[in-house]
């Protein structure tokens, strides 16, 4: 059965989400090796969750209060928005490590469900190398280049608790929230 749970944001309909940023800026925990019964279910929940959308190309535990190290993203059609089906179109990396970074550094805006509303530049490595385990448990080494590096970088970040709105880029966000947000980022 597809799992449907709200995505966890930083605000929502111009109001602060306490609750929601304090687990979203939480560095979350690793899943025990071998994986338990609650880290299985946790990693089924977040994919079971991602396949049941079409408007995300990653998604990370944290982003549906699961304060746990595991990441699932779309390895390829990006711009589709259709959802995922087959096992081969997406990857799991559970407590993964980027161990290598190389290339030169890349900027355009990205955005993120939880910071809806708004879009911001964010520079990132074209090419990174990760280590991890996959959604069965077994250890995983990955090389990642162009958009697929920079995806892999957003979702790894949201388990360090670290969102599109700390990168220090400029940050863009509509003429009729203005109001509310002038607010939000001058604290
Ligand atoms: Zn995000």
Not at 21 to 28: A, G, M
Not at 73 to 92: C, G, H, L, P, Q
Not at 156 to 176: A, F, N, Q, T, V
């Amino acid at each position: 059965m597809m799992q449907n749970k709200k995505t966890w944001k930083l605000w929502e309909n111009e109001k602060i989400n306490e609750e929601e940023t304090e687990l979203l800026r939480r560095k979350s925990d690793e899943i025990p090796i071998p994986f338990n019964e609650e880290g299985k279910q946790d990693i089924q929940t977040l994919v079971e969750c991602f396949l049941g959308r079409d408007d995300a190309v990653g998604l990370a535990a944290p982003q549906i209060g699961i304060s746990k190290k595991i990441v699932v993203f779309k390895n390829k059609n990006f711009d589709e928005k259709s959802r995922v089906k087959n096992e081969k179109d997406y990857d799991v990396l559970v407590n993964p490590r980027i161990t290598q970074i190389r290339g030169d550094k890349e900027t355009t805006t990205e955005g993120c469900l939880s910071c809806p509303d708004v879009s911001v530049e964010v520079s990132r490595h074209t090419e990174i190398k990760v280590k991890a385990y996959d959604r069965h448990g077994n250890k995983i080494n990955k090389r990642y280049t162009g958009f697929l590096a920079r995806v892999v970088q957003h979702e790894l970040d949201h388990l360090e608790g670290k969102l599109i709105i700390d990168h220090g880029g400029s940050i863009y966000i509509p003429k009729e929230k203005q109001k509310f947000f002038n607010n939000y980022f001058k604290e």
